[in-house]
C-alpha cells in the first residue's frame, strides 16, 4: 500500500542531503565543542561556520542567533527569559489561536501575577490591528504573535503588526517556526525583537530549534551551566543537529519558488475536487497570498473528524484533526473555537508535502469521497 503523508505541518522528513551533513558528527567527530582539543575545537568551530551562514540567509547578525533544543524552548526563553530581564512590566498580548508553546507559556506566566490580554481575531484568524493598538500600555512587557498559524494556515500581516508594536516601543516576539518552511525571511527588514525557529518543520532533525534575539534586546537565560550559546542557553551542543539545521534551512533557502507554487497547486486541486462532490467548509484565509502554502483546514458536515481521520488511515493518508501537540487529547481545537467555525467536530487538517505529486491528487479525493460516505452510511 502506498503511503500518502498529507500531515508535513506536524513534522517532515530528514532530507537525504541533511543526514548525509549529519552523519560525520555522529562518528567520528564526536568531540565536545567545549573541550580544548582538536577534536573539540574543530566541531566549535563547525558550529560557528554553520551559524554564521544561518545568519547570513536571515539577514542578521551571527551573535543574534541562539540553538536550543526545539522551537518550544525557544519561545520559552522569548517570553520568559525577556520578562525576567524587564520585571517592570506585568502584561503580555497574544491571541487566543497561538502554538500551544506561547499559549502554555502564557498560562505559566499569568500563574506568575502577570495579566494577559487575547486580541480579537476574525473567522479567518487575522489580528483586529485596532484591537492591539488599543491594548497596547505603558504595562505591556511584550506582545508574542504566531506569523503563520500551525492549523489553519492564517498568515498575519507581520509589517502591520511589527509598525505597531514598535511605535509604542514594545519588544515583539514572533513564532516564524511554520513560516520559515514555506517563505525567506530577512531579519534586517523585519523590526522584530525576538524570533523563534525549528528544525524539524523544514527537513530538519527533531530536538533542535532557535532564537533570533536583536542585539538591543535584553533576555536572562533559564537554563544555566556550562555558558553556551554565547551564556543564554548553556548544555552542550548538539553539533549533528545544529549541522543539519544549517544543512536544511539551506536546502529551503535554494527551493522556496518552486516549492511554494507546487504546494499551493496541490492545495487549490485538491479542494476543488472535494468541495464538487462533499458539503464542507474551509477554514482559515481563501485566499492563497494570506494561506501557507499546501495547508487546508477543512470542515467536513456530519462526520467526526477522529473518525475521518481513522479511516484515511486504513488507507495509508495521514492526516490530522489539530496540530501535533495536541494529539493525546480529543476535542475542538481551540482555533476552530476561537475562530467560531460553523463545523467544529469534523475538521480535518492537510498538509501536503513535496513528496506528493500532482497526479496523486485524484486518488487522494476519491479516498477521500469513498471514506467520507463510508461513515455516512454507517
Given at each position: 500500500?502506498?503511503?500518502?503523508?498529507?500531515?508535513?505541518?506536524?513534522?517532515?522528513?530528514?532530507?537525504?542531503?541533511?543526514?548525509?551533513?549529519?552523519?560525520?558528527?555522529?562518528?567520528?567527530?564526536?568531540?565536545?565543542?567545549?573541550?580544548?582539543?582538536?577534536?573539540?575545537?574543530?566541531?566549535?568551530?563547525?558550529i560557528?561556520?554553520?551559524?554564521?551562514?544561518?545568519?547570513?540567509?536571515?539577514?542578521?547578525?551571527?551573535?543574534?542567533?541562539?540553538?536550543?533544543?526545539s522551537g518550544?524552548?525557544?519561545?520559552?526563553?522569548?517570553?520568559?527569559?525577556?520578562?525576567?530581564?524587564?520585571?517592570?512590566?506585568?502584561?503580555?498580548?497574544?491571541?487566543?489561536?497561538?502554538?500551544?508553546?506561547?499559549?502554555?507559556t502564557?498560562?505559566?506566566?499569568?500563574?506568575?501575577?502577570?495579566?494577559?490580554?487575547?486580541?480579537?481575531?476574525?473567522?479567518?484568524?487575522?489580528?483586529?490591528?485596532?484591537?492591539?493598538?488599543?491594548?497596547?500600555?505603558?504595562?505591556?512587557?511584550?506582545?508574542s504573535?504566531?506569523?503563520a498559524?500551525?492549523?489553519?494556515?492564517?498568515?498575519?500581516?507581520?509589517?502591520?503588526?511589527?509598525?505597531?508594536?514598535?511605535?509604542?516601543?514594545v519588544?515583539?516576539?514572533?513564532?516564524?517556526i511554520?513560516?520559515?518552511?514555506?517563505?525567506?525571511?530577512?531579519?534586517?527588514?523585519?523590526?522584530?525583537?525576538?524570533m523563534?525557529?525549528?528544525a524539524?518543520?523544514?527537513?530538519?532533525?527533531?530536538?533542535?530549534?532557535?532564537?533570533?534575539?536583536?542585539?538591543?534586546?535584553?533576555?536572562?537565560?533559564?537554563?544555566?551551566?556550562?555558558?553556551?550559546?554565547?551564556?543564554?542557553?548553556?548544555?552542550?551542543?548538539?553539533?549533528?543537529?545544529?549541522?543539519?539545521?544549517?544543512?536544511?534551512?539551506?536546502?529551503?533557502?535554494?527551493?522556496?519558488?518552486?516549492?511554494?507554487?507546487?504546494l499551493?497547486?496541490?492545495?487549490?486541486?485538491?479542494?476543488?475536487?472535494?468541495?464538487?462532490?462533499?458539503?464542507?467548509?474551509?477554514?482559515?484565509?481563501?485566499?492563497?497570498?494570506?494561506?501557507?502554502?499546501?495547508?487546508?483546514?477543512?470542515?467536513?458536515?456530519?462526520?467526526?473528524?477522529?473518525s475521518?481521520?481513522?479511516?484515511?488511515?486504513?488507507?495509508?493518508?495521514?492526516v490530522?484533526?489539530?496540530?501535533?501537540?495536541?494529539?493525546?487529547?480529543?476535542?475542538?481545537?481551540?482555533?476552530?473555537?476561537?475562530?467560531?467555525?460553523?463545523?467544529?467536530?469534523?475538521?480535518?487538517?492537510?498538509?501536503?508535502?513535496?513528496?506528493?505529486?500532482?497526479?496523486?491528487i485524484?486518488?487522494?479525493?476519491?479516498?477521500?469521497?469513498?471514506c467520507?460516505?463510508?461513515?455516512?452510511?454507517?
Amino acid at each position: 500500500m502506498k503511503i500518502f503523508d498529507l500531515d508535513h505541518a506536524a513534522t517532515t522528513s530528514i532530507d537525504k542531503q541533511v543526514t548525509e551533513a549529519m552523519l560525520p558528527y555522529l562518528f567520528d567527530s564526536y568531540g565536545n565543542p567545549s573541550s580544548m582539543h582538536a577534536l573539540g575545537m574543530q566541531n566549535k568551530k563547525d558550529i560557528n561556520t554553520a551559524k554564521k551562514h544561518m545568519a547570513h540567509l536571515l539577514n542578521c547578525d551571527f551573535n543574534e542567533l541562539i540553538f536550543t533544543g526545539s522551537g518550544t524552548e525557544a519561545t520559552n526563553l522569548a517570553i520568559k527569559g525577556y520578562a525576567l530581564s524587564h520585571l517592570d512590566k506585568k502584561e503580555i498580548i497574544t491571541t487566543p489561536i497561538e502554538h500551544a508553546a506561547t499559549l502554555n507559556t502564557c498560562l505559566f506566566m499569568e500563574q506568575m501575577g502577570y495579566t494577559i490580554h487575547y486580541l480579537k481575531i476574525d473567522k479567518q484568524g487575522f489580528i483586529d490591528l485596532n484591537d492591539l493598538e488599543e491594548k497596547l500600555n505603558q504595562q505591556t512587557l511584550m506582545v508574542s504573535i504566531l506569523w503563520a498559524n500551525n492549523e489553519i494556515g492564517t498568515i498575519q500581516d507581520l509589517a502591520k503588526i511589527a509598525q505597531i508594536v514598535s511605535s509604542k516601543q514594545v519588544c515583539l516576539h514572533v513564532d516564524a517556526i511554520q513560516m520559515v518552511a514555506h517563505y525567506p525571511i530577512d531579519l534586517s527588514a523585519l523590526n522584530v525583537d525576538l524570533m523563534s525557529f525549528s528544525a524539524h518543520k523544514c527537513h530538519g532533525p527533531k530536538g533542535t530549534g532557535m532564537l533570533y534575539k536583536k542585539m538591543t534586546t535584553q533576555i536572562t537565560p533559564l537554563i544555566h551551566g556550562g555558558g553556551q550559546e554565547f551564556h543564554y542557553r548553556s548544555g552542550t551542543e548538539a553539533v549533528a543537529n545544529i549541522i543539519g539545521f544549517e544543512k536544511a534551512l539551506t536546502l529551503q533557502y535554494e527551493s522556496y519558488s518552486t516549492k511554494q507554487s507546487h504546494l499551493k497547486s496541490l492545495a487549490e486541486l485538491f479542494y476543488q475536487g472535494i468541495k464538487k462532490a462533499i458539503p464542507c467548509h474551509l477554514n482559515g484565509p481563501e485566499s492563497n497570498e494570506t494561506r501557507l502554502p499546501g495547508l487546508l483546514s477543512i470542515g467536513f458536515f456530519n462526520v467526526s473528524g477522529l473518525s475521518l481521520q481513522y479511516k484515511l488511515n486504513q488507507k495509508g493518508i495521514y492526516v490530522s484533526t489539530g496540530s501535533a501537540c495536541h494529539s493525546n487529547e480529543i476535542g475542538i481545537s481551540h482555533v476552530i473555537q476561537a475562530i467560531d467555525a460553523p463545523i467544529s467536530n469534523g475538521v480535518i487538517r492537510i498538509s501536503f508535502g513535496t513528496d506528493t505529486q500532482i497526479e496523486d491528487i485524484p486518488y487522494l479525493v476519491e479516498s477521500f469521497i469513498e471514506c467520507y460516505l463510508a461513515l455516512q452510511e454507517d
